[in-house]
Every structure is written in C-alpha cells, then in structure tokens.
C-alpha cells in the first residue's frame, strides 16, 4: 500500500552538528506534509509543515526539503542540542482535512 | 494551535474490561483523529471521529472494538473494548484545522494485563 517510510531508523550526531533526516514518500497525489517530534512519554509536538507546491520552508533552526522528482522528504536541524533528542516522524496528507499517513520514524541521538 | 488534554494519562487493565478514553479541546475543531501507536512503533490511524455521525474506521479496526463518540466539536470518547494484552499501546487523538495542520494530544499509555 501507500505509505511514508524512512531511510535510517537511528541517527548519533554530535551538540552543535547539524542532523539531517530523511523520509521518501510513494503517494505523489500526497500535497501536504508535516514533521512531528515526540519524546518519550509525550504526544508528536508538530515541528514544521510544507504544501506540495513549495521545496524548501525554513523555521527557527530547521529547514524541511521537498523534492517532488523523487518523493523525498527532508528535516535539517542547525547546531542541534542535547533537547532535540527525540523520535523524528514524516506525515503525509492527501487533502487538507484527511487523516495523516505517518512514516515509521528515526530516533535523534544527541550527545554532548 | 489548540490545547488537547486526554484522561486518563496512562492505565493498568485486566483482560476482558473496557475502558474509555477522552480527548477535549481548548476550541471547536471539525476534524478530530484517534491513533494507536504500539510500544516502539509509528502512529496508525483508528479512526476520524465525525461529529453528529458515526465515526469512520481505518481497514483493521471495528466499531465494536473501538466505538467512539463526538458529541460536539470540542469533545471525544474512544472506547477500548473486551481487551486483550495485544491492546497495549499508546492512544492518542488529534484535531485538524482547516488548512490541513494536525496537533496531537499527550496520548493516553495502556497497559492490559
């Protein structure tokens, strides 16, 4: 079936790297997208969202990519902090308003 | 973004009870979502919760299992029925605004014993 998937479950990056996560997606109808953050015991903390017809939305420290040729999806987070420690999910959406596909997701080890 | 709230936060249950799960919003909302996520997994939908109307239910998941109620736009119930140890998870709602953003809640960790 259709799903959004993730390349690397796991990711070990150094305080004040920069992190890259990646996530490819199979629906290309799909014309929105969010990246969710959750860390333990708590809910997915929505981080920053990006329409199909954009490739690139930048935040405070994280930049998400699109690249619709490919279907990927990527989240960078700048100088990354022992605090961005976390389970990293992509989701998809068909239409606005519709349930989200959520990808399998990449744990963020930060050390210091 | 709305502030959700879930109750309980977590519970132990016997095999074979039910329990009842709600979710409130701060503001009304025409989307709400019920998720299960089971230890060390992703997010799989259950349902959306339609208000004034029955929900609708994901491949995998009844209404007999999993009934849920809306009664207006800020409030919703998932119940879990008759349950199994395969039950243990972490439930969790979420509320769509109209441009297509979703916000979740703390999620609600059951254990079945």
């Known amino acids: 079936g259709e799903s959004v998937g993730l390349h690397l479950p796991t990711l070990s990056v150094q305080e004040g790297d920069n992190s890259i996560i990646n996530c490819a997606y199979s629906?290309?109808?799909?014309?929105?997208f969010i990246w969710y953050k959750q860390e333990s015991g708590k809910g997915p903390q929505f981080i920053i969202d990006i329409r199909s017809n954009m490739d690139k939305r930048q935040g405070q420290r994280v930049t998400v990519l699109l690249n619709k040729t490919v279907k990927h999806l990527s989240l960078q987070i700048a100088a990354t902090q022992p605090g961005d420690s976390a389970v990293y999910f992509c989701?998809?959406?068909?239409?606005?308003?519709?349930?989200?596909?959520f990808g399998k997701g990449t744990t963020l080890s930060v050390s210091s | 973004s709305a502030v959700i709230s879930q109750k309980p936060s977590r519970d132990i249950c016997q095999r074979g009870t039910s329990l009842t799960i709600q979710c409130q919003v701060d503001s009304q909302v025409t989307m709400m979502f019920w998720y299960r996520q089971q230890p060390g997994q992703s997010l799989t939908l259950i349902a959306t919760?339609?208000?004034?109307?029955?929900?609708?239910?994901e491949s995998g998941f009844v209404i007999d299992k999993f009934p849920i109620s809306r009664p207006n736009l800020t409030f919703s119930t998932l119940t879990v029925s008759n349950m199994s140890p395969e039950d243990s998870s972490i439930y969790l709602c979420?509320?769509?605004?109209?441009?297509?953003?979703?916000?979740f809640g703390p999620g609600t960790r059951l254990t079945v014993l």
């Open positions: 979420s509320v769509g605004t109209g441009d297509g953003e979703q916000f």
């Open positions: 989701a998809e959406n068909i239409q606005a308003g519709t349930a989200l596909i």
């Open positions: 919760a339609n208000q004034g109307s029955e929900a609708t239910y």
């Open positions: 629906n290309s109808a799909s014309d929105y």
